[in-house]
């Protein structure tokens, strides 16, 4: 590490001021997700351990059967941001529909709202393979001091003020942008600190990783089919290397550093995708924008698509930036 030593909660304070909105309370909601993330981590990482894996017996809105640490890692985010009062609502992919929270002094006048995905991967959690917590922040629309509306929570991608993920991996990371760039932090977990280790994160414009379920290949759109055989054709820096591990956050965070595209295409058993916009999608997307790379559905970018339901599916795909002008030339083409 050429760059200075910097903890995470250093760099929140010296870059508030960097905030298009400056204000401590996104700095003190970054803090409370900081804060969530070491004790979900700490939960994962006893995952075999202790009796934290296997279902919980239950099916999410989303018709997934719930994993016990999908539900501890919902409860947790949702715990540690409503008692600190420091958001107006919360939605989340493990909730039916969006949590107003209202603060002790009656009048809520906080100004944010968050969207999780509070454990991503969570089938992969028994096998010990990477999973991670995705994280969405708006300003809401409707007044202060007012409960929270859906309204709130239903705002194109290009409206968030910030986003990012925990990958639980080899080590515990915590990616972030609030509209000026990406910084990575890495957990020392001896002593709990997050430390500055991936500053101003960017994708490579171009690269040779190409991310899919190719089980589903029947079932893809014909661009999509056309583009996998170009990635598999031997020419210039082709044929491409497959590498999908099933965990979006995980696959997303080797693509930035390596330079790769991740797909997740529509087809007749997704129709739309399977990859939820708010919680999945749009902050994945404005962090791969604040790093140089792309997102769209193959025609029209994420965070432009307007949401019209707190559960909507898009089809995902998000990457180097050549690479996704490729894919999108072949929905174009061959639709
Ligand atoms: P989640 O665990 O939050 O429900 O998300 C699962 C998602 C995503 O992490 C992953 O990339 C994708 O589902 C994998 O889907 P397939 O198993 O259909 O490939
Ligand atoms: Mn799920
Ligand atoms: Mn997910
Ligand atoms: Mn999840």
Redo the contacts with the bound molecule.
Sequence with gaps: MSHKIQTLGEFIIENQDSFKYSSGELSRLINSIRLAAKVVNHEVNKAGLVDVIGAYGETNI?G?DQQKLDVYANDKFIQTLTKRNIVCGIAS?EEDSFITINSQDEKNQNKYVVLI?P?????NIDVNVSVGTIFSIYRRITPVGTPVQLADFLQRGSEQVAAGYVVYGTSTMLVYTTGAGVNGFTLNPAIGTFYLSHPKMQFPEDGTIYSV?EGNYFDFPEGIKKYIKYCQEEEDDRPYTSRYI???VS?FHRNMIKGGIYL?PKGSRNPSG??RLLY?CNPIAFIAEQANGKSSDGYTRTLEVVPTALHQRVPFICGSKNMVDTVEAFMQKFG
Excluded: M, R, T, V
């Design positions: 989303q997934e992919e995905d454990l991503d991967g969570s089938s379920n099933g965990s979006l696959d997740y399977k990859l999945e």
